[in-house]
């Protein structure tokens, strides 16, 4: 099973910024879908972004949507999640996931399709 690593998180003034990473141990990243996800104390998880695979789509949820941007950097199997005008909603514990073969529209924010996880890093955004 893949091995996906985050860092990055810590604590944050509200309108700041803040990147967080995930490392991937796979050989074939590029064609792996990538997810950030998160769950804020006493809610559920939910999706945040994607990326389907290298050069491929990119999806947001609306509530990050012009606040936050997905990247990916494959010589590293690297996947980035740049998070600028943060607010105190954004607290939660980060997660990056993996889908070996890609995905396309709804499977990219499904977090039942996603076959590896990372342990979390925390974002706490104070006000």
């Known amino acids: 099973q893949e091995q996906l690593l985050e860092s990055g998180g810590g604590l944050v003034q509200a309108g700041g910024s803040l990147r967080i990473s995930c490392a991937a141990s796979?050989?074939?990243?590029?064609?792996?879908?990538m997810g950030w996800f998160r769950r804020a104390p006493g809610k559920e998880r939910e999706f945040v972004a994607a990326?389907?695979?290298?050069?491929?789509?990119?999806y947001y949820a609306d509530s990050v949507k012009g606040r936050f941007t997905l990247s990916r950097d494959d010589a590293k199997n690297t996947v980035y999640l740049q998070m600028n005008s943060l607010k105190p909603e954004d607290t939660a514990v980060y997660y990056c996931?993996?889908?070996?073969?890609?995905?396309?529209?709804?499977?990219?924010?499904?977090?039942?399709?996603?076959?590896?996880w990372g342990q979390g890093t925390q974002v706490t955004v104070s006000k």
């Open positions: 996931a993996a889908q070996y073969f890609g995905c396309t529209d709804y499977g990219c924010s499904a977090a039942e399709e996603y076959e590896s």
């Open positions: 990326s389907s695979w290298s050069g491929g789509t990119e």
């Open positions: 796979g050989r074939t990243f590029s064609s792996y879908a």
